[in-house]
């Protein structure tokens, strides 16, 4: 039988990094660990959604400065996906990528996907 996650786990998971607790690599692997494994599943599609942000944070170049978005999508009520998705693009696309590209670029874990767009 699979474990849940649920919004609870990542709302902790998520300010322990925020806290400085944890740091990203750690956010990193608990993700990549539960996202593609049979052995867990999630609470709703929400919850989901903000799983693959996590399991795609050195992709998508997401850091701590992107926790109170993070939550912000934990607190939007099941059933509403749509929402989450549209406010989960609006906010991506405000991110200067530009700017991450610079900070990130010596991180082991971002630098790859720091030089793969100019």
Not at 105 to 110: P, R, V
């Amino acid at each position: 039988m699979a474990k849940i996650i649920t919004r609870q786990e990542i709302r902790e998971l998520l300010q322990r990094w925020q806290t400085g607790d944890i740091g990203h690599k750690f956010v990193y692997d608990w993700a990549n660990e539960r996202y593609s494994s049979s052995r867990w599943d999630t609470e709703d599609e929400i919850v989901d959604q903000v799983l693959t942000e996590l399991y795609a944070l050195d992709m998508n170049l997401i850091t701590a400065e992107d926790i109170p978005h993070l939550l912000n999508l934990l607190n939007i009520p099941q059933g509403q996906i749509g929402t989450a998705m549209a406010l989960n693009r609006d906010y991506s696309r405000s991110i200067d990528l530009k700017s991450r590209r610079l900070m990130l670029a010596n991180d082991s874990l971002y630098g790859p996907h720091c030089k793969l767009v100019k």
